[in-house]
């Protein structure tokens, strides 16, 4: 069953808006970050890696953002740019605001962790002026990401492009992404990401995610009490994602989809998400059975966890194909269908 039908006219499959960062991580992994010295360098941000994602999974993609008007402006564009990805929205701070960085740890097989650095962060600068309405007429559907509502501008920005999307029939995807950086308290947190769950037909996030977005509505509640409360608004498909435990689908049919995650060599433990986004949205546009995309978002985050970057990494249709008939044939046609 196809839960949302999207407008195959329009020229563009996905326009996101929210971060596009820079991330850093270490080469000489296994050890804590004070003693890391050698970095590699990659664009980041979690709808960035979304991004290259869909766009590596031949995906006609677009972006809203605001990017620092220096060298490493100039080197995120220039990665968008070689991946296919429109960067007509994407514009320069003029106020020297900086582009935001992250800085991972892989300090073990099973223990990752990131440190960011987002003061005056040029994602955040993104104002209302930015959006443009005939652009977003020409997506199947508008991703926000949940960072983008931290700060003003940008959180006007984000539910501008929401208001402009339900006025055109644009299927509107929330993934929460929670950061702690740049939020003052709990309250604010609900206010906004709430504003933007009840009008969406997909939201992805996890247990914590959906507690922190549902905390001035109600408390304590089960994945299929969250479920059915995103579905009395407007969702369509609501993912609650547990980590290592895997995720589940919940439909606004009543059925509910899940999955595990692909048996891998772990190299670190961020990543994944990303990947797993960019792969079922893409399950999704494809006309994906519900099992068939979350299977497909799966196997790219397995992928992602078993590799050193996040967007130089994000696999291609091929590839992802390829890993899951391998997984089967290895551990069975059921490994990753809970």
Not at 288 to 302: N, P
């Amino acid at each position: 069953m196809q839960y949302i039908q999207f407008d195959q006219t329009k020229p563009y499959d996905l326009i996101l808006l929210g971060r596009v960062a820079v991330d850093f991580n270490p080469v000489d992994y296994y050890c804590p970050l004070n003693e890391s010295t050698t970095f590699k360098r990659y664009l980041g941000g979690s709808p960035a890696n979304i991004a290259v994602g869909l766009a590596r999974l031949g995906k006609k993609i677009g972006f809203f953002a605001r990017v620092s008007d220096d060298q490493l402006g100039t080197f995120v564009t220039d990665f968008f740019q070689n991946e296919g990805i429109d960067t007509s929205h994407i514009t320069r701070c003029q106020n020297g605001e900086k582009i935001g960085l992250t800085f991972t740890e892989i300090k073990s097989k099973t223990e990752s962790s990131i440190l960011m650095y987002r003061n005056d962060a040029a994602d955040l600068k993104l104002d209302v002026s930015n959006i443009d309405e005939e652009y977003i007429k020409q997506t199947k559907a508008l991703l926000i990401s949940g960072t983008a509502l931290a700060e003003s501008p940008s959180r006007e920005a984000a539910l501008k492009a929401v208001a402009l999307a339900k006025r055109n029939q644009v299927p509107i995807i929330f993934d929460i992404d929670y950061r702690a950086y740049n939020w003052k308290n709990a309250d604010e947190i609900a206010i906004y990401y709430s504003a933007v769950a009840k009008e969406a037909d997909v939201i992805l996030g996890s247990r914590e995610e959906y507690d922190l977005t549902e905390s001035l509505m109600q408390s304590g509640l089960t994945d299929k009490e969250t479920a059915a409360l995103w579905h009395s608004y407007n969702a369509k498909i609501v993912i609650i994602k547990h980590g290592k435990e895997g995720s589940t689908a919940y439909t606004n049919d009543g059925e509910s989809y899940s999955i595990k995650p692909f048996p891998v060599k772990l190299l670190k433990s961020f990543g994944g998400g990303d990947g797993y986004a960019s792969a079922f949205l893409y399950g999704l546009f494809e006309g994906y059975e519900m099992m068939d995309a979350l299977e497909f978002g799966s196997a790219s985050a397995a992928m992602l966890v078993a590799s050193h970057a996040c967007s130089q990494d994000m696999p291609t249709v091929e590839a992802v194909k390829e890993f899951i008939r391998k997984e089967k044939e290895e551990y069975g046609e059921m490994v990753a269908r809970a």
